[in-house]
């Protein structure tokens, strides 16, 4: 192949010409330009690279490619610089801060990239963005996104809360209400905004709450934070009380640059707490009145209230009773027989581990001062948090008393009916047989049985009228004595003295007592 003059000519002018455009490209390029050796010394650089970090040419020659990571100590940039530059990876974009001169802080972006020679990598070139508007401008559509959500969940917070919400100036003039707030006194914000806060027609029910509340807000406004209950007016003449504060907020100089006015509705715990207190009232007159012994427990069995009543009847004072277990040396339980009642069976007791009602039980008490008193016993489990069970016991020891000596005098009137030598009859004021003794049933020769189903008319002698009488003479005056005839089982007569006697009873009921003694 022949090459003439001519075409070395040709290719030394695209060659220069490749050169120049390169050199203009290089010259004027608006992204810095630099090469840097495997040590960071900058071998070439772009007019661009000098003015983005302040700097002459002649001070670029002897300078270090350093700037890239922003380090106060130039040896540990070049160390980091090092260790980047014999990385195995091909290509490195890196966002860095440049401090010039006077202070001012750019932003720049750099594409790092290797040149080789012979196989081996000799140089770092790096192409510097100045993306300081673009960060600005990314910034601030953050810093805007972020205000615009802000403010939408400080709506969303604001005024779908079920408290009431308002801010003020320090000087108590209402900048906005929450909309339940609103919606409660049924305003609007152009109602209320820009207005002293106690004229708000939420709090038109009495003059000496706005005074309360006006010098409520002159003590916020001083950093204060304060609190009262206070009673709203809304809508149809509704009237609420709320738990309202005003918390203020200050600014970096601590000055106070409003006021967050918060009143939360608290009518219904209002409502319970009065009646809570008048149920502890009524709780406490009936405790103290009540003519039931009364005991209280904890959890473990140990009386922490007792009434007066228990006081007693147990013959213990209440302050003697308060803290201790429910079986103690005060008293002690006994059975019918006089046994110690035991302890596992106790009311109190199996009310508390087996949480059971255990009604009715009766027991007796040896008091300290060694008295015995009977009493009956209802246990109760208390379902509420660090109670026990209620022990309720009335004194008992009267009607028992009066029982045994009821059983006595049966026993006693059983012993005279069934072993008297006179036939005895108790009987309806008709004479209807209602009991009949040993000796009656002999005299008249039926069993009991049979004497129990025997009319008047069976005892009668028809041919005597003389039992009617008696009978009338009873009804008059309440007794009879005297004779008549009488009818056996076999049909026979005998001659009788009959002494009758009326009981009445307090039910109303009455009866005739009939003792008969066969004349011979």
Not at 202 to 218: A, D, E, G, H, P
Not at 240 to 251: A, R
Not at 423 to 439: D, Y
Request: glycine share 4%; charged share 25%; proline share 3%.
């Amino acid at each position: 192949m022949n090459v003439t003059n001519e075409s070395v000519s040709v290719l030394n002018d695209y060659y220069s010409s490749i050169a120049a455009s390169f050199e203009t490209a290089w010259s004027f390029a608006p992204d810095a330009l630099v090469v840097a050796d495997p040590e960071g010394k900058i071998i070439y650089a772009n007019p661009a690279y000098y003015t983005l970090y302040g700097l002459e040419e002649d001070e670029a020659k002897e300078h270090y490619f350093d700037t890239l990571f922003q380090k106060q100590n130039p040896f540990e940039a070049l160390e980091k610089y090092q260790v980047l530059f014999h990385q195995e990876i091909e290509n490195h974009l890196i966002e860095s801060r440049v401090l010039w001169a006077d202070g001012c802080e750019r932003i720049t972006e750099t594409a790092l990239h290797f040149m080789y020679h012979l196989g081996s990598r000799v140089a770092m070139v790096a192409v510097i963005r100045d993306i300081t508007s673009k960060r600005i401008f990314q910034e601030r559509k953050q810093l805007e996104n972020a205000l615009v959500e802000s403010e939408r969940k400080f709506r969303a917070v604001f005024n779908k809360t079920f408290q009431f919400t308002g801010l003020l100036k320090p000087n108590g003039t209402l900048l906005e209400a929450n909309q339940t707030l609103l919606d409660f006194a049924g305003v609007t914000q152009t109602d209320v905004a820009n207005k002293p806060f106690w004229e708000a027609p939420w709090w038109n029910l009495s003059q000496k709450n706005q005074v309360r509340l006006r010098n409520m807000i002159t003590e916020a406004a001083k950093g204060k934070l304060m609190r009262a209950e206070f009673e709203m007016a809304g809508l149809n003449r509704t009237v609420i009380t709320v738990d309202f504060s005003l918390t203020p907020t200050k600014d970096e100089t601590d000055k106070v640059v409003w006021l967050i006015a918060e009143a939360r509705n608290i009518t219904d715990r209002k409502r319970m707490e009065v009646q809570l207190r008048v149920s502890e009232e009524k709780y406490k007159a009936l405790f103290q009145v009540f003519p039931v012994g009364i005991l209280l427990t904890d959890e473990t069995g140990h009386i922490i209230d007792a009434n007066p009543a228990s006081e007693r009847i147990l013959g213990v004072e209440r302050e003697l009773q308060v803290g201790k277990y429910i079986i103690n040396d005060s008293w002690r339980a006994i059975d019918e027989k006089g046994n110690l009642f035991p302890a596992q069976e106790l009311p109190a007791l199996k009310a508390l581990h087996q949480n059971k009602v255990v009604k009715s039980e009766e027991m007796g008490l040896i008091r300290p001062d060694k008295s015995v008193v009977w009493l009956n016993v209802t246990a109760t489990p208390i379902p509420l948090r660090n109670y026990g069970v209620a022990l309720a016991f009335i004194d008992v020891t009267q009607s028992r008393m009066n029982k045994e000596s009821i059983m006595a005098s049966e026993a006693r009137y059983r012993l005279l009916f069934d072993n008297t030598r006179y036939a005895i009859l108790r009987t309806t004021p008709q004479l209807n047989i209602l009991e009949a003794n040993t000796e009656a049933c002999k005299l008249f020769g039926y069993t009991s049985e049979e004497m129990l189903l025997a009319s008047p008319s069976l005892l009668n002698d028809v041919e005597d009228d003389r039992l009617n009488k008696a009978l009338e003479e009873v009804r008059t005056h309440g007794n009879f004595k005297g004779e008549v005839s009488l009818l056996k089982s076999d049909g026979s007569r005998f001659l009788a003295e009959l002494s009758i006697k009326t009981l009445s009873y307090e039910n109303g009921n009455r009866e005739l007592c009939v003792t008969i003694r066969a004349v011979k």
